[in-house]
C-alpha cells in the first residue's frame, strides 16, 4: 500500500521504517528540513537500536523516502498516519502540531483519489479524532468522513526497543469512524497474526492512556515503597518487590519454569518515571478528567509520588555528603532510562537542577548524551568522577554495574555512590567507597549532616 507518516519523530520514523520492512512503500513526511535530509541520507535523527540499518534498506530498496510537503504525500497514498507530537502546555495537551498538521492532510484529500485513510496514532485524549481531527479534515477537504476512512491507531512501542516492539506486536488497537475506515488500517496490518481489537475510536484513544496509566501507577507504588523502606531500618525495597514479583499471579509457572512478564520491570523503585510519554500522558488525563468532572485521586497521587522522587534522591545525597554547598557532584546518566538518548522529562534534568539550587557543583556523563544546552557533559565516566565528592546514578545504563569501581572510586574526592535506580547491586565496589541504594535505610557515618 501507499502510506504517508506525518512526523517523523520516534514513532513515526519507527513506524515508517518498519512499513517499508513490510513491503509498503512508504513517504515520511515532516516540517523539519534537516529531519527529512537525515532521513533521505539513511540516518534517524534520534538513537534506536536496530533503525538505522532497517532505514538504509529500506531507502535502497526504494520503499521510504523523506519529503516535506504533507499535501502532496497525502494526495498521493491510500493511508495517512499521523505520528507528530503531543506535548503537555501546563498539563493540558498541546494539540497545536496535531492541528496545523490535520489542515495540510486536509488539502491532501482534496487531490486524494478512491477512499484514502487517514490514521491518528499519536497519543490524543478521547474525542480529539472524532471532533478536533475530523472538524479540520471535513473543513479544509470538503469531504465528509466516509468518503475517506478515519482511524485511532494508539502506538505502544518502547524507546529502546521499539523496532521489536513494532515488528511483534501485543496487540494492535483500531479505533475507526466505521467499517471501511477500519477495514483499510487493518490491511496495512494484515500480516501481523496478533489479536486485533476493532473498537470506537474513542476507546482506542482511552486504551493508550489507561495502558501508561497502569505503568505510571506501578512505578509510583514501588517508590512509595523505597520511601517507606528508606524510613524503616533493615528494611531492603528491591528485597521485599523481588518477593513480590514471585507470586504467582504476577509470573505464573509454566511448564515448571517462571515466566517473568515484562510488566514487573515497572515494579522496581526508581528516580521516577520520565520521557516523552508517562509524565505527560497521567498529565493529559488528569486534565481530560477534571473537564469531564472526573476526579482522579489515584492518578493524581501517582503524579505527585513521582515528582518528589528527584528531591528525595538529592535529599539522600545531601544525607551522604553532609553539604550539597560547594560539593562536586557527578551524575550518571542523562537519558530517562538506560537504551535510548530521550532527554524528555528525564529525572536526570531534575535531579541537576535541584543539587545546583542546593550550590553543588555538577558535572555529568551519559553514554549516548554528548550535549545538553548550557550544561557541560562529560566525554567519558572517568572525567565525570575526577576529584568528585559523590555520584549519583540517574540512569540504569549496564555499562555503570560494569565499571571498573576500585580505579574510578580512587579518582573521587571522597568516594560516595549514591544509586538512584539500585542499578549497581551486583557491581563490585571497595569496602572504602560508600554506597547508597534507595529504598534502604542509611545512616551516615562520620559526617556532618546539613541543616
Ligand atoms: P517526536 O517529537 O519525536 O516527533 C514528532 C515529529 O513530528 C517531529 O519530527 C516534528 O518535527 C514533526 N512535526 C510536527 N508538526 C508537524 C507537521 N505539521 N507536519 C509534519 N511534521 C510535523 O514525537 P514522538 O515521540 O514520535 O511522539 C509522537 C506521538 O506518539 C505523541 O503523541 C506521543 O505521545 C506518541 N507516542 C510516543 C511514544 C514514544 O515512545 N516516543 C510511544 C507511543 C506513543
Redesign the pocket.
Known amino acids: 500500500m501507499r502510506i504517508a507518516v506525518?512526523?517523523?519523530?520516534?514513532?513515526?520514523?519507527?513506524t515508517g521504517t518498519c512499513l517499508a520492512q513490510l513491503g509498503h512503500d512508504v513517504t515520511c513526511?515532516?516540517?523539519?528540513p534537516q529531519?527529512v535530509d537525515a532521513v533521505n541520507q539513511g540516518t534517524p535523527?534520534?538513537y534506536e537500536p536496530g533503525l538505522a540499518e532497517l532505514l538504509t534498506e529500506a531507502i535502497q530498496a526504494g520503499r521510504l523516502r523523506a519529503v516535506?510537503d504533507?499535501a502532496g504525500a497525502v494526495a498521493a497514498s491510500d493511508i495517512t498516519i499521523l505520528?507528530?507530537?503531543?506535548?503537555s502546555r501546563g498539563g493540558e495537551i498541546d494539540l497545536s502540531?496535531?492541528s496545523?498538521?490535520a489542515?495540510?492532510i486536509g488539502k491532501g484529500l482534496r487531490d486524494a483519489s478512491g477512499y484514502p485513510v487517514v490514521v491518528v496514532?499519536?497519543?490524543?485524549v478521547p474525542g480529539t479524532t472524532d471532533t478536533v481531527m475530523r472538524g479540520i479534515l471535513e473543513r479544509v477537504s470538503g469531504r465528509r468522513a466516509g468518503s475517506f476512512g478515519l482511524c485511532m491507531n494508539?502506538?505502544?512501542?518502547?524507546?529502546g526497543s521499539?523496532v521489536a516492539d513494532f515488528m511483534d506486536p501485543d496487540r494492535i488497537v483500531i479505533g475507526q469512524w466505521d467499517g471501511p475506515s477500519g477495514c483499510g488500517l487493518a490491511e496495512v496490518y494484515s500480516s501481523f497474526d496478533c489479536p486485533k481489537i476493532f473498537t470506537t475510536l474513542r476507546n482506542a484513544e482511552m486504551t493508550?492512556y489507561a495502558s501508561n496509566a497502569l505503568l505510571a501507577a506501578l512505578v509510583s507504588f514501588s517508590n512509595e515503597f523505597a520511601a517507606l523502606c528508606e524510613a524503616t531500618p533493615g528494611a531492603d525495597v528491591d528485597e521485599v518487590l523481588s518477593a513480590l514479583h514471585l507470586d504467582r499471579r504476577l509470573s505464573p509457572m509454566h511448564r515448571g519454569d517462571r515466566v517473568t512478564p515484562g510488566i514487573l520491570s515497572y515494579l522496581r523503585a526508581g528516580c521516577g518515571f520520565g520521557?516523552?510519554?508517562l509524565p505527560?500522558?497521567v498529565a493529559a488525563l488528569r486534565d481530560f478528567a477534571r473537564k469531564q468532572g472526573v476526579e482522579t485521586r489515584l492518578l493524581d497521587a501517582v503524579s505527585a509520588v513521582n515528582a518528589g522522587r528527584p528531591a528525595q534522591l538529592v535529599a539522600l545525597a545531601q544525607n551522604a555528603v553532609g553539604t550539597l554547598r560547594g560539593a562536586a557532584i557527578a551524575v550518571l546518566g542523562l537519558a530517562f532510562k538506560a537504551g535510548t538518548d530521550?532527554l524528555?522529562d528525564s529525572p536526570a534534568l531534575a535531579v541537576i537542577r535541584l543539587l545546583e539550587e542546593k550550590g553543588a557543583v555538577v558535572r555529568a556523563y551519559d553514554p549516548l548524551i554528548t550535549k545538553l544546552d548550557g550544561f557541560h557533559v562529560c566525554a567519558s565516566a572517568r572525567e565525570a568522577l575526577t576529584g568528585m565528592d559523590a555520584a549519583i546514578v540517574v540512569t540504569a545504563w549496564p555499562e555503570f554495574a560494569a565499571f571498573d569501581w576500585t580505579a574510578l572510586s580512587a579518582i573521587m574526592q571522597r568516594p560516595i555512590l549514591i544509586d538512584g535506580r539500585n542499578a549497581l547491586r551486583g557491581a563490585v565496589i571497595p569496602e572504602s567507597t560508600t554506597c547508597v541504594s534507595i529504598g534502604r535505610h542509611f545512616e551516615p557515618q562520620g559526617v556532618a549532616v546539613a541543616i
Open positions: 506525518v512526523g517523523t519523530g520516534y514513532v513515526g520514523l519507527v513526511v515532516d516540517s523539519m529531519r535523527p534520534f516535506t504533507v505520528a507528530v507530537g503531543t506535548p502540531y496535531l496545523a498538521a489542515e495540510q496514532k499519536s497519543t490524543v494508539p502506538e505502544f512501542l518502547r524507546e521499539a493508550k520521557g516523552s510519554c505527560k500522558d530521550d524528555r
